[in-house]
Nanobody, 127 residues
C-alpha cells in the first residue's frame, strides 16, 4: 500500500507561481510512474502531467505545457509540480497519483494507469 500526501496549494494571483509536492510512503517510489491530475468545480478530473519511473520522461497536458514542470526526487520519495504563470482557469484541486510498480502503460493521461491517489490540495488563482 502506498500513501500519497500533497502539499503546497494555496491562493495566488494570476501570473504567480506555486510548487506542489507529493510525498509517498514506501521503499519502491522509484518504480512508480507518477502523475498529477486536477479537478475544477463542476468538471471532471483531468490529466495535468506525468513522469515515468524509467528514464524520467515527462508528459504534459496541452493546457499546461510550457508553464508547468513535473519532477521527482527518488531519494526523498517526492514528486513535484512547479506551476508558473498561473491562470484563473488553473483553479482546481490537484491530486497526485502513483502507478503500480514498474508499470509499462503508456497511457499516462488516463486515470486507470494509476493505482494510488492522494487526497488533493486546493489551488486557487484569482484574476
Amino acid at each position: 500500500q502506498v500513501q500519497l500526501v500533497e502539499s503546497g496549494g494555496g491562493l495566488v494571483q494570476a501570473g504567480d507561481s506555486l510548487r506542489l509536492s507529493c510525498a509517498a510512503s514506501g521503499r519502491t517510489f522509484s518504480s512508480y510512474t507518477m502523475g498529477w491530475f486536477r479537478q475544477a468545480p463542476g468538471k471532471e478530473r483531468e490529466f495535468v502531467a506525468a513522469i515515468r519511473w524509467s528514464g524520467g520522461s515527462t508528459y504534459y497536458a496541452d493546457s499546461v505545457k510550457g508553464r508547468f514542470t513535473i519532477s521527482r526526487d527518488n531519494a526523498k520519495n517526492t514528486v513535484y509540480l512547479q506551476m508558473n504563470s498561473l491562470k484563473p482557469e488553473d483553479t482546481a484541486v490537484y491530486s497526485c497519483a502513483a502507478s503500480s510498480p514498474y508499470s509499462t502503460s503508456t497511457y499516462y493521461y488516463r486515470e486507470g494507469t494509476y493505482r494510488y491517489w492522494g487526497q488533493g490540495t486546493q489551488v486557487t488563482v484569482s484574476s
